[in-house]
């Protein structure tokens, strides 16, 4: 069974600086897909950044990125330049792939950009 | 860019009573998840269809079944409600046609069971 960990409940960091969620997974699968979900306070759940497991090259949307480590099986989510709009819960999650891409997630991270 | 629409967006229910939920996924998406999400936790696999057909089924209670029309509207039926019921219910949609399995979520249905 796949099972996804995000060791950070919660982090704080001022406007405008950068900040990394960390988030790691444990499966036996080569093919999956990870996702990074952001959840404001109107809890609408909105899809910030995929990455595929097959490639090597970290996926990246404007000021969001990732550090992809499939050894490592590690999944961080870097926010420059840090937004207050970008406080929210995060959630890693996980797809396995060619299955029934039901969606496994972590505990989720909050986020407080502060002015 | 049309998005998942859920209705109602908040519902207030009893013990015992029934509820619906409706899901329109995005046009062209073939397939529907739905989701449960307690106060301060993660979302909950229920289940899960493609094409019309259930493919996937997670964590829900035998008093609850769902199911995908002809048009890819899904709805919800939750029966003889209980207080732990009280959640948030999301819809999420996909096309497997794409490939890409991105999952696009609803705005949610806030249940509560008084």
């Known amino acids: 069974a796949q099972t996804v960990t995000q060791s950070q409940p919660e982090m704080s960091v001022q406007e405008a600086e950068t900040v990394t969620l960390s988030c790691t997974y444990d499966?036996?699968?080569?093919?999956?897909?990870l996702f990074w979900y952001k959840q404001p306070p109107s809890r609408q759940m909105i899809l910030v950044i995929r990455?595929?497991?097959?490639k090597q090259q970290n996926a990246t949307e404007n000021r969001f990125s990732v550090n992809f480590q499939k050894a490592a099986k590690s999944f961080s989510l870097k926010i420059s330049d840090s937004q207050l709009g970008d406080t929210a819960m995060y959630f890693c999650?996980?797809?396995?792939?060619?299955?029934?891409?039901?969606?496994?997630w972590g505990a989720g991270t909050k986020l407080i950009i502060k002015p | 860019a049309a998005g998942v629409i859920q209705s109602p967006r908040h519902l207030i229910k009893e013990k015992r009573e029934t509820a619906t939920l409706k899901c329109y996924p995005i046009p062209r998406h073939d397939t529907v998840y739905w989701y449960q999400q307690g106060p301060g936790q993660d979302p909950q696999f229920l289940i899960s269809?493609?094409?019309?057909?259930?493919?996937d089924k997670g964590s829900i209670p035998d008093r609850f079944s769902a199911q995908q029309f002809s048009d890819y509207h899904s709805e919800l039926n939750m029966s003889s409600l209980e207080l732990g019921d009280s959640a948030l219910y999301f819809c999420?949609?996909?096309?497997?046609?794409?490939?890409?399995?991105?999952?696009?979520f609803g705005p949610g249905t806030r249940l509560t069971v008084t």
């Open positions: 999650a996980f797809m396995k792939r060619d299955s029934n891409y039901q969606l496994i």
């Open positions: 999420a949609s996909s096309s497997e046609l794409q490939g890409t399995h991105e999952q696009y």
């Open positions: 269809f493609y094409e019309k057909m259930q493919s």
């Open positions: 990455q595929e497991a097959y």
């Open positions: 499966t036996s699968e080569s093919n999956y897909y």
